[in-house]
């Protein structure tokens, strides 16, 4: 399916320095900053550099490299906000919400990253 960029979103917006945002981690590909109304305690987005809509159409077209920095982007976030679990990090919950059914609010590629206490269930029962 062919993926349409709308590249006047906020993300894109963040990523040419129009607006700022608080950083967490930089890469070559891959940008990490604070939600701007954290759902938890610690609340992360990563997001690519490349122009991508969704998960699916990063997972489609991005190149190799991009998926690889992508992916260590969020491991390192993790590992920066001590989060691994384990002997030391609780955990944390990785979720990208993408279309209408997933209410993806910005149309740019992100992961959230959330943790700092228990999340409860994942989903609301469907109703
Ligand atoms: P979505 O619903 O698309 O998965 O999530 C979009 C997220 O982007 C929301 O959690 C929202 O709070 C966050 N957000 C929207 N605008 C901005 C902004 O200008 N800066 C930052 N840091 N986060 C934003």
């Known amino acids: 399916m062919p993926y349409t960029y709308d590249d006047t979103n906020i993300f894109a917006r963040i990523l040419r320095g129009e607006i700022p ?3 967490v981690l930089e890469t070559p590909h891959s940008l990490a900053f604070d939600d701007i109304a954290p759902q938890a305690s610690v609340h992360v987005l990563v ?14 077209e991005a190149s190799v490299e991009e998926i690889a920095d992508f992916t260590r ?4 976030v993790c590992r920066l906000k001590g989060l691994e679990p384990g002997a030391d990090g609780a ?10 059914d997933g209410m993806q609010e910005v149309p740019h590629l ?6 700092g206490h228990p999340l409860g269930r994942l989903v609301q029962p469907a109703g």
């Open 21 to 23: 945002c608080s950083k």
């Open 47 to 60: 997001i690519p550099r490349g122009a991508y809509v969704n998960y699916d159409h990063f997972a489609q």
């Open 73 to 76: 982007a969020v491991a390192e």
């Open 91 to 100: 955990g944390y919950r990785l979720i990208s919400n993408a279309g209408r």
């Open 110 to 115: 992100h992961v959230h990253i959330l943790a």
